[in-house]
DNA sequence: AATTGTGAAACACTTCACAGCC
DNA sequence: GGCTGTGAAGTGTTTCACAATT
């Protein structure tokens, strides 16, 4: 078996759904090709990274000509699977929480928010945002009921971990973690955190001594 | 005059406030002294890894003996300057803007929102969970007023160059960008980026591809 | 003429492995 | 004996620079 992406380096990963965004925008505007000069300038990446990244996938462009936009769009799009909608769930309906249901990635076209669960809610699912919400005695059987792969977990940091090894139990397989506890979680599962109170230090650290500015 | 920490590693940096926080904890749980090894096995990062860290700071530990987990705690809350508190100005009160709001930060001393701005305010500030929210045509003047640096910026898409501009003009130093625009800022403004959907696709990703799991 | 795709160099970060010190 | 601090090796990522191609 032809194995076509052997191997695809955590940065160039990292960097995919943002490709597909700006070379979505330029779709969108028409633009029929596109150098990796070009794209550098707009996303701030250096272009040598962009083409290094690129050529992962195979010889996407052409030499002299740069790269057909709307085959790039379509290419990331499959590479990404964004064909598919993305059904996840939310545990934890606090603060930050109840901010997810609202804004339930309306954008993302590929991403939605199904289900809920949290003290507040119901055996049967209290609506709340247009989505059911359960209770936490349920969490078990309706997330292997929905068939859910990915979470968002934002609930309070002492039971992160006890929600996440249910969650591990029942086939989860990515969780967006939001508390600021470090999860342990079988190989299983992947686990992303977003420690906002350590982005906000980080930051305060930063411009405190002063480096020089970027993204990061 | 002497430069006691020439540079820190990016890498390094951005651990800081993940050492502080586990120092802490164990320093409320009167541990006295540490190992490399032990906070290695807590925070599931290297134990040399710790130790090329630390060293960067200079000689902090004792061989043979580990490190003195008060010691260590003083220590970082120096370079994290966790003595003072640090104000923070919100910009946009959405969904995740006022989410922030709420939340505040409660658990992190050093960081508060001291005030906000959204086109539902008022000049004089109409207040919102307890802080003022005023209305952007003062933004130049209440940031300058308030002598902010740093900015949570949860506005939408399309105004969030135009903001950024603004405050670079102000002289703010640090902006914490929820928006998913890669924004364009002078050297003097140090842009941290957390975009959602971004990170959702990228767990989506992963988790498709299923590699070796982890935190990243 | 323009621009890709890529060897090779440069850089950044992590990990090994151990001398040196407590 | 235990544990740090660090040279050196290893790994991953970015960038340079240019031959190859349209």
Do not use: C, W
């Not at 090709?33 to 083409?51: G, N, Q, W």
């Not at 119901?122 to 990915?150: C, F, N, R, W």
């Not at 973690?177 to 109170?197: E, G, Q, W």
């Amino acid at each position: 078996m032809i194995e076509e992406t052997p191997k695809i380096p955590q940065a160039t990963s990292k960097r995919l759904p943002l490709y597909y965004r700006f070379l979505q925008n330029f779709a969108n505007a028409n633009k029929e090709r596109i150098s990796s000069s070009e794209l550098s300038e707009a996303m701030k990446i250096d272009a040598a990274t962009i083409r290094r990244d690129f050529s992962h996938f195979g010889a996407l462009g052409r030499k002299g000509y740069g790269y057909d936009v709307r085959y790039l769009v379509e290419f990331f799009r499959k590479a990404l699977d964004e064909g598919e909608e993305t059904d996840v769930a939310l545990v934890g309906v606090g603060n930050l929480g109840s901010a997810f249901l609202k804004y339930n990635f309306h954008k993302n076209h590929n991403t939605r928010i199904v289900l809920a669960f949290d003290p507040k809610g119901t055996a049967e699912g209290k609506m709340i945002s247009g989505i059911p919400v359960y209770h936490p005695d349920v969490l078990k059987e309706k997330i292997a009921e929905y068939g859910i792969d990915l979470v968002i977990l934002t609930v309070p940091s002492k039971v992160a971990q006890e929600v996440t090894n249910d969650l591990a139990q029942v086939g989860v397989k990515g969780i967006l973690n939001f508390t600021p506890v470090r999860l342990a979680a079988p190989d299983s599962v992947r686990v992303h955190t977003i420690d906002l109170s350590v982005e906000l230090q980080t930051l305060i650290y930063f411009t405190k001594n002063d480096e020089k500015a970027s993204h990061m």
